[in-house]
T-cell receptor, first 115, second 109 residues
């Protein structure tokens, strides 16, 4: 079974530019999560989709970040315009159900560097 | 105070040693807990889930102490390949995970 995949693996952009990250969850997983790890800090939650609906976006830093999951399959996370503090590793995770014993499986992450 | 706290380490132990990490959490409503292993520049990979008092899988044992609000991870007979960062995560009534900063383990030959 294929795991969570993310594209690109690395992205280097200049401040003010736009970047779009993509996540393909494990097939059949309705739940998709975005997390971010800024250097030296812990992995932090950004948002949670159930199918195509945003269940919880309490972790989104500001309105420069836009996440979508049209059709309830893959998801994109767009940062526009990017700022220096957006640099970090963006992880996507997916899970099958939202029971209390549910487990999230992580993708390899996209390493974003904003210059 | 962070919701989930871990000693960052590093813990340097010889091969064959037993090593234990603790992870404390501040939200008493947390329902389930997870230990993930993360190798350098890789994704976190699930090591163990902890829902009740504890869980054991081979050389790895996780324990949950709800009264004192901590979970522990015990690794017996450490291997060189166990060298990694071990992340603790807690989940409450919402589905998001709250992570600690991780504990670095280096197993030395």
């Amino acid at each position: 079974e294929a795991g969570v995949t993310q594209f690109p693996s690395h992205s280097v952009i200049e401040k003010g530019q736009t970047v779009t990250l993509r996540c393909d969850p494990i097939s059949g997983h309705d739940n998709l999560y975005w997390y971010r790890r800024v250097m030296g800090k812990e992995i932090k939650f950004l948002l949670h989709f159930v199918k195509e609906s945003k269940q919880d976006e309490s972790g989104m830093p500001n309105n420069r970040f836009l996440a979508e999951r049209t059709g309830g399959t893959y998801s994109t996370l767009k940062v526009q315009p990017a700022e220096l503090e957006d640099s970090g590793v963006y992880f996507c995770a997916s899970s099958h159900q939202t029971a209390s014993t549910d487990t999230q499986y992580f993708g390899p992450g996209t390493r974003l560097t904003v210059l | 105070r962070k919701e989930v706290e871990q000693d960052p380490g590093p813990f340097n132990v010889p091969e064959g040693a037993t090593v234990a990490f603790n992870c404390t959490y501040s939200n008493s409503a947390s329902q389930s807990f997870f230990w993930y292993r993360q190798d350098c520049r890789k994704e976190p990979k699930l090591l163990m889930s902890v829902y009740s008092s504890g869980n054991e899988d081979g050389r790895f044992t996780a324990q949950l102490n709800r009264a004192s609000q901590y979970i522990s991870l015990l690794i017996r007979d450490s291997k060189l390949s166990d060298s990694a960062t071990y992340l603790c995560a807690a989940r409450g009534r919402t589905y998001k995970y709250i992570f600690g900063t991780g504990t670095r383990l280096k197993v030395l030959a």
